[in-house]
Each structure stands twice: as C-alpha cells, then as structure tokens.
T-cell receptor
Framework: AQSVTQLGSHVSVSEGALVLLRCNYS??????LFWYVQYPNQGLQLLLK??????LVKGINGFEAEFKKSETSFHLTKPSAHMSDAAEYFC??????????FGRGTSLIVHP | NAGVTQTPKFRVLKTGQSMTLLCAQD?????MYWYRQDPGMGLRLIHY???????AKGEVPDGYNVSRLKKQNFLLGLESAAPSQTSVYFC?????????????FGPGTRLTVL
C-alpha cells in the first residue's frame, strides 16, 4: 500500500522568495517519487522524479527535490520564485506493482 | 506530434444520460489511464490499460466503463450519469512501466452532470 500527504493546500510566497512545497509518503516497498505541475486549465506535466539513483533530483524550471528515507519525505524547492511558477503542484508515489498514487495537490501563489 | 488529446473539452449532461470520452495518443505508448480530479481530492485513478485489448480497475471505477480496442485510443464511458460524476477527467499515457515511467497527460474534459 502507498499514500502521499502534501502539507498545505495553499502556499503563498513573494516573487524572489524561496519556494518549499512539502510531500511525505508512505510505502511498503522502495518508493519511486514524482512531482508534477498543473498550470491553469492544462493537464499535468512532469517536473522531476526520483527512481533510486541520486537522492537530490533536479528538474525543469529550477526546481529540485531531495529524497530523505529517514523522514519519508520528498519536498520540492526552488531558490527564487517567479510569477510564472504559480500553479498546482502534485506529489506522487509508486513502487512494487503499484501505479502512482497522487497527493491532493498544493496551490502555489506568487505575489509581486 | 500532438501528444495526448481528449474529446470533448466540455460537456453538460442530465442525470441518467450516457456519454463517451475519447482519449488518443500518438506516442506509441503501451499504458493508458483515466483519472478524475475533484477539488481537494487530487487525482484519483478510475481505470487503466496495460496494452491493447486490456483494461483494469483503479481506485474509483464504479459507474464507469472503458475500452481499448486500438493501442492509440482509450475510451471512458458513463452509462447513466450522476451528479457525483461532475468532475474534470484527465487521460494519461506512459511508454512502459507505470511504476517508474513518466505519465503524459491530456488537457482534460470538464463534465457537469445536472
């Protein structure tokens, strides 16, 4: 079995500030972890994924995430927020024979 | 290369009506999926297919049926629509193992059931 918890349905930051979106997972097998982004009125697209190689994963648009097994976390960060980062972000976990399970999403709001 | 396309983009149904949502992909992907997205619920898997002619149930399959007669198409049917099926429906596909492979999503279909 597997599950994902995204802490905070909404996160608000100022332009240029650090972005931190939290994701904790539960999995009975070694997990694979994903972050997807959804811009308004669009489908989801992959930001980055962890597939048991390096624990620090770099993605598109300056985002990165670190897999921490001891904390069962895969938080998403970006050093400096841009207005274009405003979107819905989804964390997902898979593993074993399990198709990815998605979290409930975090809406990132960027203020000028 | 269109990726994943969905037809229609919007639809309004009355309770009890039926309809079919069409998903098409031109990437020669083996796996295809149907999700529904509801506010505060994230994405929930309805049905999926691991290849032409195969289908399997996901997390919330009740009230839906699917078919994958051709590799590039995955159809989602609602036989008797209910207001609880008001949602945004997303189709996705992946080349291989869904556990590790990236999923590619369509733009979504917004369905309202009155």
């Amino acid at each position: 079995a597997q599950s994902v918890t995204q802490l905070g349905s909404h996160v608000s930051v100022s332009e240029g500030a650090l972005v931190l979106l939290r994701c904790n997972y539960s999995s009975s097998v070694p997990p694979y972890l994903f972050w997807y982004v959804q811009y308004p009125n669009q489908g989801l697209q992959l930001l980055l994924k962890y597939t048991s190689a390096a624990t620090l994963v770099k993605g598109i648009n300056g985002f990165e995430a670190e897999f921490k097994k001891s904390e069962t976390s895969f938080h998403l960060t970006k050093p400096s927020a841009h207005m274009s980062d405003a979107a819905e972000y989804f964390c997902a976990v898979s593993g074993g024979s399990y198709i990815p399970t998605f979290g409930r999403g975090t809406s990132l709001i960027v203020h000028p | 290369n269109a990726g994943v396309t969905q037809t229609p983009k919007f639809r309004v149904l009355k309770t009890g009506q039926s309809m079919t949502l069409l998903c098409a992909q031109d990437m020669n992907h083996e796996y295809m999926y149907w999700y529904r997205q509801d506010p505060g619920m994230g994405l929930r898997l309805i049905h999926y297919s691991v290849g032409e002619g195969t289908t399997a149930k996901g997390e919330v399959p009740d009230g839906y049926n699917v078919s994958r007669l051709k590799k590039q198409n995955f159809l989602l049917g609602l036989e008797s629509a209910a207001p609880s099926q008001t949602s945004v429906y997303f189709c996705a596909s992946s080349y291989a193992d869904p556990v590790t492979d990236t999923q590619y999503f369509g733009p979504g279909t917004r369905l309202t059931v009155l």
